[in-house]
């Protein structure tokens, strides 16, 4: 895995673990995630023949994590949350950069094919719509995606969890894809190519019931009109 801001990257796979040490076996998919400010770490890994979307928790001193994943096809009315689970992990090596499958223009590569993708690495400022720094790089591959495909039009998508009254969810969500905006039209894509819109917490990707699900429903997405 490679943190590049909030950004996370990277493959996972099977090991054997010897004296502390993972030796890796078999690379299984690839990896997309972000960190929050609450330190959840928000994913998606890809298997090829199916996706599942997860969050991370760790324990303070970080040496621990507890994860809960489910399929990424799923609806937020038939998530069945899996994998709880509690384990040690270890820093194995610096990240080398070759991951197969993990493609060096993930925005750009995704709104070509689906014309929609979601950002992981994307932070705000508590119930604000102040970017943090962190959202940076995450954001700079939009940029770069924009600017390597002129005729393109994007959609800024936010969305939030249910925390909150619907009103205010929905303020929220518009003030964040706007910031968003912001930071493309500040970075040199013509503001005509862009528009904000909020969603508020209507279109949930996960229950609302645990921490992990609402992690996983506050959320940007961008868009190819």
């Known amino acids: ?10 493959c996972y796979g099977d090991g054997d673990v010897s004296h502390g040490k993972l030796k890796v076996r078999n690379i299984s998919g690839t990896f997309e995630g ?9 994913y998606l890994r890809d298997g090829g023949k199916q996706s599942w979307r997860g969050v991370v928790s760790f324990n303070p001193e970080g040496d621990r994590a507890a994860v809960l994943e489910f399929p990424a096809t799923a609806t937020a009315q038939t998530t069945v949350f899996r994998n709880a689970v509690s384990s040690v992990g270890w820093k ?3 990240y080398q950069g070759t991951c197969p499958g993990l493609d060096s223009d993930p925005v750009g590569k995704a709104l070509e ?3 929609h993708i979601t950002l992981y690495g994307v932070n705000f400022d508590l119930d604000a719509d102040t970017l943090r720094t962190d959202s940076h790089p995450a ?3 939009v940029v770069k995606a924009a600017k390597a495909h002129p005729d393109w039009k994007l959609t800024i998508e936010g969305h939030t969890d249910n ?4 009103a ?10 706007a910031s968003v905006r912001q930071y493309l039209i500040n970075a040199g894509i013509p503001g005509d ?19 992990a699900g609402r992690a996983q429903n506050r959320r940007v997405e961008v868009a190819r009109q």
């Not at 972000?34 to 928000?42: C, K, T």
């Not at 925390?163 to 619907?166: A, K, N, Q, T």
Request: charged fraction near 25%; charge should be positive; proline fraction near 7%.
């Open 139 to 141: 954001l700079d591959n």
């Open 1 to 10: 895995m490679k943190q590049d801001g909030a950004t996370v990257r990277g």
């Open 34 to 42: 972000g960190v929050e400010p609450n330190g959840y770490l928000r």
């Open 92 to 94: 194995t090596a610096a």
């Open 168 to 177: 205010h969810n929905q303020d929220l969500s518009q003030r964040r894809a």
């Open 163 to 166: 925390s909150g009254g619907d």
């Open 113 to 115: 094919q689906d014309k």
């Open 193 to 211: 190519r862009l528009t904000a819109q909020g969603f508020g917490a209507s279109r949930p990707v996960a229950p609302n019931t645990t921490p």
